[in-house]
């Protein structure tokens, strides 16, 4: 799924709900880089705003959808763009 995140508020709180999750991996991607999604200082250093791939790292289907759920206030629809 993509993510927009327009400002440091939107990065504390997807950083905020990304720290719910413990039994996975949650990272945002963006080109070639890639941080850790339950990382202030990660997200904050993408130079927001910016529409990043948020990739989950983890089997578990119900967390994966409570996840991204929780996420769509700022889920994007897919295309080949990456602003």
């Not at 791939?53 to 700022?74: H, R």
């Amino acid at each position: 799924m993509k993510i927009r995140l327009n400002n440091s508020a939107d990065a504390t709180a997807v950083v905020s709900i990304a720290n719910k999750f413990k039994d996975c991996d949650i990272d945002g991607k963006f080109g070639r880089y890639i941080i850790d999604l339950k990382s202030i200082l990660g997200v904050l250093s993408f130079e927001l705003p910016k529409t990043i791939e948020v990739v989950i790292q983890s089997d578990n289907t119900k967390l994966i959808e409570d996840l991204e759920y929780q996420l769509g206030f700022w889920k994007v629809e897919d295309d080949d763009r990456i602003i």
